[in-house]
């Protein structure tokens, strides 16, 4: 089974769950970035929940379906359509082949995940088939590519209550930190504007990384010997301004770090663009273990 | 010292000491074996770099607290690290030459020296892998003569093509895919360094040692590098 690409958009890439286990080589864990809407979407088509799926970035996206299969759309709200039949973001929709598939640009939000029933059947490297540009790792979607699909015998559909999907409409966000790494080394004058005060989203933010505009701290270390980075770890540049690293960035790093984001809370930053305005709070490690041990009982997730 | 960190919910990092150096980096490459190998069930990703190891590790089955009294009893545990394991030596074969290393001309001339010497000095040193990042497989080398040490570039390359071998401050190391650089080129590999390569990875490890072996440009040319 599979589909042919009509408008790829500025970026859309497959992603599954990630790349696990080679941090060790160099190799960052990729995946998809909103990892919520992701597994809500194999969910509610009950694949495995580290099936590929499209991770397309500001819309503008759009396909031709070569054969009857099921597909779910999540993540940033924004109009989608069936042959220009306006459809609904977090439930399961049949194509036919022939069938035109399109999202438009979202309003807020920046990310869909086009999930597919079965997955997508793409090359894997590493364990993996999530695509890495700054790897050299897979290539962005292009137009006209034909991208395959796993034939599934079974029909086996999940439906949500359309309001346990994420909301990416806040005006300000939320993200709670661990205090890892240098914390306990910032001054406590630094961790008091760093706590306090609103950043806004610059306009350096990527799959690598989210850049931070906002008051500089002061006595910010020069640098620390280059360590293994958490994806959500916080560097703290020279300029004393903020990078929140995302899952294709590097696997060593030689910035302080100030803490490190919840990681279910990157998928709110994942869905954050430019000039989006955030703010950090401090968060306990046995309330992050908690809830992240029930996010994987959720969807299935082994580690 | 030691001290273990946290680093996210599901990881933390192991501190060894504040500085660098080659005893130092005997330990971190086998406490990473040891760790790996003993608490393999919890272990996703081990990441020893220069003086610390990061670890993340399944939720599901452990612990932070519970992962850090395992550590803590392995990195308690005497250790006799002067046991002679056979550590392999990579041989890296280098063409140092100015159309490949573009910043070649200019370290010459900062350190007044003719290339046969440049070359005598910068291949004759076993070096060690103190970390493996930046880019897959980018292993940093360590230490460089002091007599052909250089700073970064003050503005990076925008791409520093794969193969090219650079040296910046007491480290060296070769770029395995095209990425950008701030390293001082001073030659390039015809080997193909990029993880696509399976039959490296076995020695691109922290703890292993690395040797460059000049060729001439034909032979670089002959063993498939590109100009």
New interface residues.
């Given amino acids: 089974m599979s589909i042919k690409i009509i408008k790829p958009g500025i970026l859309s890439t497959i992603q599954d769950r990630g790349r ?8 960052s ?1 990729s995946g998809a970035l909103d990892e919520y809407s992701y597994q809500l979407g194999n969910f509610i088509l009950n694949n495995p929940c580290d099936s590929a799926s499209i991770e397309v970035t500001y819309g503008d996206f759009s396909f031709l379906s070569l054969d009857v299969m099921h597909i779910c759309v999540t993540g940033a709200e924004t109009e989608i359509s069936i042959n220009n039949q306006p459809n609904h973001l977090n439930k399961v929709i049949t194509l036919n082949q022939g069938d035109i598939f399109e999202i438009k640009c979202p309003k807020k939000a920046i990310r869909n995940y086009v999930c597919i029933k079965g997955g997508i059947n793409s090359a894997i490297f ?1 364990n993996s088939r999530s695509c890495n540009v ?4 897979g290539k962005k979607i292009t137009k006209d590519q034909v991208i395959k699909t796993f034939r599934v015998d079974n029909d086996n559909l999940n439906s949500i209550d359309p309001s346990l999907a994420p909301k990416y409409e806040n005006d300000l966000i939320t993200l709670r930190v ?4 240098q914390f306990h080394e910032f001054s406590d004058n630094d961790k008091a504007l760093f706590f306090s005060q609103v950043y806004s989203i610059s306009k350096d933010f990527d799959r690598t990384g989210v850049r931070l505009n906002g008051g500089k701290m002061t006595d910010v270390m020069k640098g620390v ?9 916080i560097e703290i540049t020279p300029k004393g301004l903020p990078i929140i690293l995302m899952r294709d960035a ?4 030689g910035y302080p770090k100030i803490g ?1 984001v ?2 279910l809370d990157i998928p709110y930053l994942a869905q954050s663009g430019y000039g989006q305005r955030i703010r950090f709070e401090l968060m306990k ?1 046995v309330e ?2 908690s809830e ?2 029930s996010f ?1 009982d959720l969807f299935g ?3 | 010292m030691l001290e273990i960190i946290p680093a996210g919910e599901n990881s933390l990092i192991i501190y060894f000491d504040k500085k660098i150096d080659s005893n130092l980096l005997r330990r971190i490459s086998y406490y990473s074996e040891t760790i790996s190998k003993e608490l393999n069930k919890y272990i996703i990703e081990l990441i020893p770099s220069y003086v610390s190891i990061f670890i993340s590790f399944n939720l599901n089955h452990i612990s932070q607290f519970e992962l850090i009294q395992k550590l803590e009893r392995i990195l308690t545990k005497k250790i006799n690290i002067n046991d002679d394991r056979d550590i392999p030596l990579f041989e890296i074969p280098v063409y140092y030459g100015v159309d490949v290393g573009l910043d070649l001309k200019d370290v010459l001339q900062k350190k007044k020296m003719e290339l046969d010497q440049f070359i005598s000095i910068h291949s004759q040193i076993e070096y060690e892998i103190f970390a493996i990042g930046f880019a897959p497989n980018f292993a940093f080398l360590g230490q460089i003569s002091n007599d052909i040490r250089v700073p970064r570039l003050k503005t990076p390359r925008i791409s520093v093509p794969a193969g090219s071998v650079g040296i910046a401050d007491s480290q060296t190391g070769v770029y395995p895919i095209n990425s950008p650089g701030g390293w001082n080129l001073v030659g390039k590999t015809p080997l193909d360094l990029s993880i696509s390569n399976n039959e490296i990875s076995s020695y691109l490890r922290v703890g292993g040692k690395v040797r460059f072996k000049p060729i001439s440009r034909d032979e670089f040319i002959s063993q498939g590098g590109l100009l």
């Fill in positions: 696990y286990g080679h941090m060790h080589h160099g190799i864990v590493y700054r790897e050299a790792i661990l205090p890892t790494y010997i280059s360590e293994g980075s958490a994806v959500g770890s590097p696997t060593i790093g490190t919840f990681s490690y992050a273990e992240r041990r994987n997730i082994e580690a």
